[in-house]
């Protein structure tokens, strides 16, 4: 089945910093890709997501990448705000008729105002 | 547009005992995404419905099941819970025909077994 890699599992950047998450996944097939970040005591809420015909996707201070050969996927965030502060996950998604997500460890950011 | 919804939003029950959770999703969509939530696992996929059919399976034992009615609201359910089973669980709704679609996730039903 898929597998999905996260990394860093934390990470701390100064308030108007810029943050990077980088993702890898094993199974060529997937063929979207959302990153989710979930606050304390709420389900996660997607936040941007890139399906594999396209290698770049932009919402104003978000930013994710993807390299389908070398099968990985980035978040970034710029100018980096308090409440960015969260936890960020990515996932791999197959689907055709159905759709099964996997999702990755998770990284939890903190940004130091 | 009202979110997802999930109830109870907080569970407490015992070891050996059976528990349904409930999801409603955002109106209009027909894909319905179970998912459960661990300190030590992360996020786990349970079962996709759609048009009140399963579609996919996660890698559950046959403990966990759900089903989806006609209006797209779904219910999971779990018998014989063992205390493993304490988690949060997460459902998504999305608006996908064919292939993937955005995921939309409710609050969670935090589910504590004794």
């Known amino acids: 089945g898929e597998n999905v890699e996260q990394h860093p599992s934390t990470l701390s950047v100064q308030e108007g910093d810029s943050a990077v998450i980088k993702c890898t996944y094993s199974?060529?097939?997937?063929?979207?890709f959302p990153w989710y970040k979930q606050e304390l005591g709420k389900g996660p809420q997607l936040i941007i997501d890139i399906r594999s015909n396209v290698g770049e996707k932009k919402d104003q201070r978000i930013a994710v990448t993807l390299n389908k050969t070398a099968k990985h996927f980035s978040l970034h965030i710029t100018e980096t705000q308090p409440e960015d502060s969260a936890v960020y996950f990515c996932?791999?998604?197959?689907?055709?008729?159905?759709?099964?997500?996997?999702f990755g460890t998770g990284t939890k950011l903190q940004v130091i105002p | 547009k009202a979110g997802v919804t999930q109830t109870p939003r907080y569970l407490i029950k015992t070891r050996g005992q059976q528990v349904t959770l409930s999801c409603s999703p955002i109106s209009g969509h027909r894909s319905v995404s179970w998912y459960q939530q661990t300190p030590g696992q992360g996020l786990q996929f349970l079962f996709e419905y759609f048009s009140e059919t399963q579609r996919n399976k996660g890698n559950f034992p046959g403990r966990f099941s759900g089903r989806q009615f006609s209006n797209s609201r779904s219910e999971m359910n779990v018998s014989t819970l063992e205390l493993g089973d304490s988690a949060l669980y997460l459902c998504?709704?999305?608006?996908?025909?064919?292939?993937?679609?955005?995921?939309?996730f409710g609050p969670g039903t935090r589910l504590t077994v004794t």
């Open positions: 998504a709704s999305s608006f996908r025909v064919e292939g993937a679609g955005e995921q939309y």
């Open positions: 996932a791999a998604s197959l689907s055709g008729g159905y759709q099964k997500v996997t």
């Open positions: 199974d060529s097939a997937s063929n979207y």
